[in-house]
């Protein structure tokens, strides 16, 4: 199965900060790597498709890109409503896995 | 707008039966690729499984960890997808959520539209 780590585990931050979390594959893998939002006892929110491509209706202030086996979720200035719990997702192969996700809180 | 509705959570012991429905409504069902996402209590969130298209084979896939034990299936004359899960154990608590998953293209594999979940509760 391929892993998907996610760093930090958590991090604080205050609004207008920009925010960088990391998802890195145990093996090499295609650009089909999603990125989620979720707030709590909410589902989750497709944020970024294909490592870089953003979801329809998702603020451009969210942006993915991808080296070799580590790919990355750029929030460049945090807003009030972005704080929440953010995973990747692999599609590469199967199992079709997440990261153990990444919990944004207010500093 | 896609609306996903998942139904038929509630608890049940170990080793017993529950079967999960999701109903779709504003998409194309039966083009439509489905997956099952699960979420422990406090935990991240875990695949389960997708369900192709029949167009598409309609074919199955699924986590080892529910692997023969788990059956997703579809009823595309009622738009309605299901998850029939046996044995469960303890470890099977949580939220189940349906998904429609992008079919291979740009959005291959990626989770656009979710329902608010199901809650399976596994306790003797």
């Known amino acids: 199965d391929i892993q998907m780590t996610q760093s930090p585990s958590s991090v604080s931050a205050s609004v207008g900060d920009r925010v960088t979390i990391t998802c890195r594959a145990s093996?090499?893998?295609?650009?089909?790597l999603a990125w989620y939002q979720q707030k709590p006892g909410k589902a989750p929110k497709l944020l970024i498709y294909a490592a870089s491509n953003l979801q329809s209706g998702v603020p451009s202030r969210f942006s993915g890109s991808a080296s070799g086996t580590d790919f990355t979720l750029t929030i460049s200035s945090l807003q009030p409503e972005d704080f929440a719990t953010y995973y990747c997702q692999q599609a590469d192969s199967f199992p079709w896995t997440f990261g153990q996700g990444t919990k944004v809180e207010i500093k | 707008e896609v609306q996903l509705v998942e139904s038929g959570g509630g608890l049940v012991k170990p080793g017993g039966s529950l079967r999960l429905s999701c109903a779709a409504s504003?998409?194309?069902?039966?083009?439509?690729?489905m997956i099952w996402v699960r979420q422990a209590p406090g935990k991240g969130l875990e695949w389960v499984g997708r369900i192709k298209s029949k167009t598409d084979d309609g074919t199955t896939d699924y986590a080892p960890p529910v692997r023969a034990r788990f059956t997703i299936s579809r009823d595309d004359s009622k738009n309605m997808l299901f998850l029939q899960m046996n044995s469960l154990k303890l470890e099977d608590t949580g939220m189940y959520y349906c998904?429609?998953?992008?079919?291979?293209?740009?959005?291959?594999?990626?989770?656009?539209?979710w329902g608010q979940g199901t809650l399976v509760t596994v306790s003797s």
């Open positions: 093996q090499v893998i295609t650009s089909w």
């Open positions: 504003g998409l194309s069902f039966t083009d439509a690729w």
């Open positions: 998904a429609t998953v992008g079919r291979p293209g740009f959005t291959y594999g990626s989770f656009a539209s």
